[in-house]
């Protein structure tokens, strides 16, 4: 069963996604499920994990809706307030949805480097462990040792961190982000997004070559017991097609037996999330 654990759905609103600038022009329109599971088929996946993709509540519960209609949706990454005091509140409207199964924030925008040990953040992820949700880690490789500051503190957590903390494979620079990825990784309740790697080389000429050393890190560091597979659509399509996003790390994976194939294609994400699958 594969499960890609990471995409996205929008109506496209120049006010809302002004993060995507002119040289992702094709991504300004709409994408919803019925633009996916086309290639879902095509690619022989069975469900995935719809991810926030701006921080309101308003999207969260809109993701929620989409889950309700369409079965290939097992989960929902969605976005509460976590510096609001009233965080318990917000969550508990939401936590009787089965499909609400994660929170995220976009850290990775934040103005400030050490945003994540915030004392009014660090209050709102306490929150989460009441109602057995887990926390996306949206960051760039810089802020990797922050990161595992952050995480040391919540050792009952259940963490993933998104697209490897964004390697800078365009550059192939390897080494720094190398020492973030295994300091993180040395935390068990940690497991790990491999997606949203075309994005990070030369989008238009990018080969599988490139991006391998960043996942034999990555492989090496948290094991095939914690990591999970994820295509980044439809921000992918910048670089790739659907399939050939997931490929890369679809192609990786044979070298591994089938148990490891198995567990991340699917099997790590559906028991990290508790996915009723």
């Given at each position: 069963m594969l499960i890609d654990a990471h995409q996205h759905f929008w109506i496209y609103d120049s006010r809302?996604?002004?993060?995507?600038?002119?040289?992702?022009?094709?991504?300004?329109?709409?994408?919803?499920?019925?633009?996916?599971?086309?290639?879902?088929?095509?690619a022989d996946v069975h469900g995935t994990i719809a991810v926030q993709a701006r921080q309101s509540l308003e999207e969260t519960r809109w993701l929620l809706e989409l889950a309700e209609q369409s079965e290939s949706i097992l989960g929902v990454v969605g976005w509460v307030d976590l510096r609001a005091t009233d965080?318990?509140?917000?969550?508990?409207?939401?936590?009787?949805?089965?499909?609400?199964?994660?929170?995220?924030?976009?850290?990775?925008?934040?103005?400030?480097?050490?945003?994540?040990?915030?004392?009014?953040?660090?209050?709102?992820?306490?929150?989460?462990?009441?109602?057995?949700?887990?926390?996306d880690i949206l960051i760039y490789a810089r802020h990797l040792p922050v990161a595992a500051e952050f995480v040391e503190r919540f050792p009952r957590q259940r963490f993933v961190l998104d697209h490897m903390?964004?390697?800078?494979?365009?550059?192939?620079?390897?080494?720094?982000?190398?020492?973030?990825?295994?300091?993180?990784a040395a935390?068990?309740?940690?497991?790990?997004?491999?997606?949203?790697?075309?994005?990070?080389?030369?989008?238009?000429?990018?080969?599988?070559?490139?991006?391998?050393?960043?996942?034999?890190?990555?492989?090496?560091?948290?094991?095939?017991?914690?990591?999970m597979i994820g295509s980044d659509w439809p921000v992918c399509l910048v670089a790739a097609p659907y399939e050939s996003a997931m490929n890369v790390a679809r192609k990786y994976l044979e070298?591994?037996?089938?148990?490891?194939q198995a567990a991340i294609l699917g099997g790590n994400a559906q028991r990290f999330w508790r996915l009723k699958v």
């Open positions: 809302e996604y002004s993060w995507i600038d002119e040289s992702m022009a094709l991504l300004r329109r709409d994408f919803l499920p019925i633009d996916l599971e086309p290639q879902l088929k095509r965080v318990r509140a917000q969550l508990k409207k939401l936590a009787g949805n089965s499909k609400f199964v994660g929170v995220r924030h976009v850290v990775q925008s934040e103005p400030d480097d050490r945003f994540l040990m915030q004392p009014d953040f660090i209050r709102g992820i306490t929150a989460l462990e009441e109602f057995d949700l887990a926390y903390a964004k390697p800078p494979i365009k550059s192939g620079s390897i080494e720094e982000w190398s020492r973030g990825i295994r300091d993180l935390f068990p309740n940690v497991l790990c997004k491999v997606s949203g790697l075309v994005t990070e080389a030369d989008w238009a000429n990018w080969k599988v070559e490139e991006i391998i050393p960043y996942l034999n890190v990555v492989f090496d560091a948290f094991g095939c017991k914690r990591l070298r591994y037996s089938a148990e490891s």
